[in-house]
Nanobody, 123 residues
């Protein structure tokens, strides 16, 4: 079992930055691939970024490439999402997810999910 708790969301002006954190608990949490997804009101949950267990492989949605950076600190069992140059269209609830094994850029293979953290970008 892995428990995930997101933090760091909030209200920010367009062009600003936020850093989200996802703290994982569980004996083997550092061995899991981790992903960030987001869901805007009335829309489906979309892939944002993912990282493998070592941090050596990362993937990003086209809409966030060059603006967002995913990273992890396995000593702290924490994954981060640094979000720069935020736009109003980045407004959503952001969810952290975990799965053993390879990275996926779709939500269904992920076994564990956090409760989400709200990010609101004002224009």
């Amino acid at each position: 079992q892995v428990q995930l708790v997101e933090s760091g969301g909030g209200l920010v002006q367009a062009g600003g930055s936020l850093r989200l954190s996802c703290a994982a608990s569980g004996r083997t949490a550092s061995m899991y691939s981790m992903g960030w997804f987001r869901q805007a009101p009335g829309k489906e949950r979309d892939f944002v970024a993912a990282i493998n267990w070592s941090g050596g492989s990362t993937y990003y949605a086209d809409s966030v490439k060059g603006r967002f950076t995913i990273s992890r600190d396995n000593a702290k069992n924490t994954v981060y999402l640094q979000m720069n140059s935020l736009k109003s269209e980045d407004t959503a609830i952001y969810y952290c997810a975990a799965r053993p094994g390879a990275i996926y850029t779709i939500s269904t293979p992920y076994d564990y999910w956090g409760q989400g953290t709200q990010v609101t970008v004002s224009s």
